[in-house]
C-alpha cells in the first residue's frame, strides 16, 4: 500500500535537520530486520525521540510504527499525520485495544516502535521499563531491536524551550543485536535483558557524543552522574 503521509514527513523532517545542520551519527542500522516483525525498542529523552529511532531503520528501507498515547493522535494538527502514518493510539486506561493492534502489525511483519518507559526521562537516564514491548515481542513471535538516543534533549525536551536554530547540535544514535523473547521466559525477565543492553547502548552513545558543555549553564543536558546539572532520578521523585 503507498505510504501517502509517512514518506513525504520524513523527507520534511530530513529538510528541516539540514536547515538546522544537524550532526547525525548512526551506528547499528543493520541490526534492524530489512523484513519481517520486529520491536524497536529505544530510550527516551525527547519529544522528537520518535522521528530519530524511525531515521535508524531507514537504512534498512523500514518504516516504523510507534505506539503513542491518544492524546497525540486527537491534536488537530498532528492526529491526521499519526493515523496517515498509520501509528497505533494507546489509551491508558484501556491499553488492550492498542496491544492488539499492535500484535496485529507485527503479525503482517510491521516494525512497532515502543518506549518502555513511557514518558520523557528528564534525568536522562533510564527510567524503569514496562514489559509491554517484551510481552509483544512473545506474542508475536519476533525479536526486540535496543537502541539508544543521545543529543536529541537538546533540542526540545520536556521543561525546557525548544532549541531550533541552527546549532549544529550533534545527535547520537546506536542499534544493538535483536535481543530474542522464548515464549518459555517470563517477560520480566527479559525485560530486565533488555534494558541492561540499551544502557549499554546508551552509555556507548555518550562516550561518542562529540561535544561538551560550552559553559556552566550549558551543564543542564548532562546527567548528575556525568557531571551535569540536569536533576537525578530521586529528586524527580
Known amino acids: 500500500m503507498a ?51 524511525g531515521l535508524a531503520a531507514r537504512p534498512q528501507k523500514r518504516l516504523v510504527r510507534f505506539m ?8 488537530k494538527v498532528s492526529g491526521p499525520l499519526m493515523r496517515g502514518m498509520k501509528h497505533i493510539p494507546v ?5 488492550e485495544a492498542a496491544y492488539r493492534h499492535a500484535l496485529d502489525s ?46 536529541t534533549q537538546r533540542l526540545w525536551t520536556k521543561g525546557r524551550p525548544r532549541n531550533f536554530r541552527r546549532s549544529h547540535i550533534p545527535v547520537t544514535i546506536r542499534v544493538g ?9 517470563y517477560a520480566g525477565a527479559i525485560t530486565r535483558r533488555l534494558r541492561e543492553r540499551v544502557q ?13 558543555p560550552k559553559d556552566t549553564e550549558d551543564t543542564w543536558w548532562v546527567p548528575a552522574h556525568l557531571g551535569g546539572t540536569a536533576p537525578t532520578a530521586a529528586e524527580l521523585r
Do not use: C
Not at 510481552?135 to 539508544?148: E, F, K, S
Not at 543485536?177 to 521466559?185: G, K, L, N, R, S
Open 200 to 212: 549499554e547502548l546508551l552509555e556507548a552513545a555518550q562516550r561518542a557524543y562529540p561535544v561538551r
Open 106 to 151: 507485527l503479525r503482517s511483519g510491521e516494525v512497532i516502535g515502543v518506549f518502555p518507559e513511557a514518558t520523557i526521562s528528564q534525568s536522562f537516564t533510564l527510567k524503569s521499563f514496562k514489559s509491554g514491548a517484551a510481552r509483544l515481542a512473545q506474542d508475536a513471535g519476533v525479536p526486540l531491536i535496543p537502541m539508544a538516543l543521545w543529543g
Open 68 to 75: 503513542a498515547k491518544d492524546s497525540v493522535f486527537r491534536h
Open 91 to 95: 489509551d491508558r486506561t484501556r491499553g
Open 3 to 53: 505510504e501517502l503521509v509517512y514518506r513525504p514527513v520524513i523527507g520534511a523532517a530530513l529538510t528541516m535537520f539540514k536547515a538546522l545542520d544537524l550532526k547525525i551519527d548512526i551506528q547499528g542500522s543493520e541490526n534492524v530486520p530489512r523484513t519481517g516483525g520486529a520491536v524497536l525498542v529505544s530510550n527516551h529523552i525527547s519529544y522528537l525521540d520518535f522521528i530519530f529511532t
Open 177 to 185: 543485536e535483536p535481543v530474542e523473547a522464548p515464549t518459555d521466559q
